[in-house]
């Protein structure tokens, strides 16, 4: 396995390289280039010091992020299948017509959870 190495630099910040850089490389690296820890993982952010661990608001965008992902593919791989089917649409009962309308106002309406991202409650799908 090559042995990463971190680097960072002020105005350019952090970048990794895959394995310890000829020093031909090293040498184009801008002035005030510093080897540094590598990144504890995504969303921390060198201030030039130490690492910073990700703010609330970054866990919460990508919780967020992760959230819309799932309903928007129930919304492709469920709703859309059955509502963007004029013969499938066609076929369900007027309760069954309602049933999915109510699945999918209830996707679409995650994001207005009380909870949401950290804590959502998933509709039920139609059978």
Known sequence: MPDHIGFYHADRGYWECNQPPKPALLSSFPSGT???????????????????APSQQWLDDGAAENVRAERDYKLRSHVDEIASNNLRWADLSDVKRQ????????????????????????PTKPS
């Open 34 to 52: 510093v080897e540094v820890p590598l990144q504890p993982s995504a969303g921390y952010t060198y201030d030039g010091s130490g690492w910073v």
């Open 99 to 122: 049933e999915w309308t109510d699945y999918r106002r209830s996707l679409l309406d995650l994001p207005d959870q009380a909870g949401f991202p950290h804590s959502v409650v998933w």
